[in-house]
């Protein structure tokens, strides 16, 4: 169980890295770029940040918002930075802890997404998830039409996706969500053919194969 019998959390941050990425507690540093990843239009979009997100907004979250969800076993939400430089790419949390399930969340920067840093702190997390909390199942919640989330969580082995319209509360308002699940002992790569969209990148003729993508490192 994720959450201790007597309720006392620890503000305990455990660092979790593969080498190449490493996800830490969430620091003051790294408020400006966070502020910057939260103020992208795809944040506002597809996430439940406020809009016109600030520098202030990502101070509160760093300081107050995170390590109270952390201490009453609520959320656990983790800086994911690169391991040599630090740099801020985005967060990774497990969201809505509730008996052995959550829910996982994440956000990256326009410089993070395409890169398989997303990958790479979401394997890292799961990892943490299934075999160091005992997590039996996580759960992926995308709004409609997410794809680029939707595709992540397939490269992940999340399977059985589900529509379910009006589910997902963003900023008051209900919109239409994709849910997805991973067991602790599925494997962690695609269960089935991806039923999405081509990538935009593999679209377009002059990169009949899309972008080279960095293989993603495994835990
Ligand atoms: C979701 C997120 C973490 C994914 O990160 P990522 O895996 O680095 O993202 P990518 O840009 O590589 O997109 C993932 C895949 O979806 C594809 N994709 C992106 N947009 C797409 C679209 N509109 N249609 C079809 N495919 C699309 C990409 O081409 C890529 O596939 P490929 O690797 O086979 O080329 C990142 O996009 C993000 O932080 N977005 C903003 C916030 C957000 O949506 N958070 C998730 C909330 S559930």
New binding site residues.
């Given amino acids: 169980m994720p959450v201790r019998p007597d309720g006392a959390e620890d503000y305990d941050v455990p660092v979790l890295t593969d080498g190449t990425v490493v996800l830490r507690r969430l620091e003051e540093r790294d408020v400006p770029q966070l502020a910057r990843?939260c103020a992208?239009p795809?944040?506002a979009?597809?996430?439940t940040v406020p809009l016109g997100y600030t520098e202030a907004d990502a101070r509160w979250y760093v300081e107050e918002f995170v390590p109270t969800a952390w201490r009453a076993g609520r959320e656990y939400n983790w800086a994911v930075a690169d391991a040599r430089t630090d740099r801020l790419h985005?967060t990774v949390g497990l969201n809505a802890l509730r008996g052995t399930t959550a829910d996982v969340?994440?956000?990256?920067?326009p410089h993070?997404?395409?890169?398989?840093?997303?990958?790479a702190a979401c394997r890292l997390l799961l990892e943490h998830a299934f075999g160091t909390l005992g997590l039996t199942y996580a759960y992926?919640?995308?709004?409609v039409?997410?794809?680029?989330?939707?595709?992540?969580a397939w490269?992940l082995g999340f399977r059985s996706p589900v529509r379910i319209d009006g589910f997902m509360e963003q900023r008051g308002t209900s919109v239409d969500a994709w849910i997805l699940t991973l067991g602790a002992e599925d494997p962690r790569s695609p269960q089935a053919p991806w039923d999405?969209?081509?990538?935009?990148?593999?679209a377009r003729p002059e990169h009949p194969g899309?972008?080279p993508?960095p293989a993603a490192p495994r835990p």
Avoid: H, I, Y
């Fill in positions: 990843n992208d795809a944040a979009e597809f996430t985005g969340g994440l956000n990256f920067g993070a997404r395409g890169t398989g840093t997303a990958e992926w919640m995308a709004k039409p997410n794809w680029a989330s939707r595709k992540l490269r999405g969209p081509p990538s935009p990148a593999a899309g972008p993508r």
